[in-house]
């Protein structure tokens, strides 16, 4: 299910690919605090080479440019750590 079907249809045409992140609601309250909610709702992300754009459950749209070069360095140093 897209939340913008249009969007969805153009990006893909476009070659991008998509993924759907699930919202991820946890109450981490206490008795003393009482309910209280982190986390966010569910949104698509879209991906084409170093650019990503996120759909949210509203339909709005948000443009982010990635550093490849830096995301491969931060990857590099995680999975060095991953196995210690």
Known sequence: ????SGIHAHL???GFTCEL??????DVGTVES?????GGPAWEEYRM???????D???SVDVEFL??????????I?????GT
Do not use: C, K, S
């Not at 009482?34 to 982190?38: E, H, I, K, V």
């Open 67 to 76: 550093d490849l070069e830096l995301e491969r360095y931060l990857d590099e």
């Open 21 to 26: 992140i699930p919202a991820d609601w946890e």
């Open 1 to 4: 299910m897209a939340f913008n």
């Open 57 to 59: 459950h509203n339909g």
């Open 78 to 82: 995680h999975n060095q750590y991953a």
């Open 12 to 14: 893909l045409e476009l």
């Open 34 to 38: 009482g309910p209280y909610l982190t």
């Open 49 to 55: 080479d170093d650019l990503l754009i996120h759909v």
